[in-house]
């Protein structure tokens, strides 16, 4: 069984800053994109930021220049690093996982979420 645990949301002010990571957990074989999303009230679900396993990165372009994502392929980990953050960055953020592979399965692959974390950020 997969799982993909977060932490590192809460209420900051405008200006501060959050660190988000997100552990992969299970039978893990090969995770291609690991990244972050952000839902916010009354919106659809965004990309954030993503990195494959060779470390390409993409970002949106409302968070270029403020967030900053990184990778551990060993322990299966993303750190998403939101700096300046400001009050439209509220939401909450999901890690997600694509083209996973399972030890049981190398050859399947798979899409995993999160359970979300929420981040707030007041003016």
């Known amino acids: 069984q997969v799982q993909l645990v977060e932490s590192g949301g809460g209420l900051v002010q405008a200006g501060e800053s959050l660190r988000l990571s997100c552990v992969a957990s299970?039978?893990?074989?090969?995770?291609?994109?690991m990244g972050w999303y952000r839902q916010a009230p009354g919106k659809q679900r965004e990309l954030v930021a993503t990195?494959?396993?060779?470390?390409?990165?993409k970002y949106a372009d409302s968070v270029k220049g403020r967030f900053t994502i990184s990778r551990d392929n060993a322990k299966n980990t993303v750190i998403l690093q939101m700096n300046s953050l400001k009050p439209e960055d509220t939401a909450v953020y999901y890690c997600?996982?694509?083209?996973?592979?399972?030890?049981?399965?190398?050859?399947?692959?798979?899409?995993?979420w999160g359970q979300g974390t929420q981040v707030t950020v007041s003016s």
């Open positions: 997600n996982a694509d083209g996973l592979s399972t030890i049981q399965a190398p050859s399947q692959t798979y899409r995993y």
């Open positions: 299970g039978s893990i074989f090969n995770i291609n994109t």
């Open positions: 990195v494959t396993g060779r470390d390409s990165i």
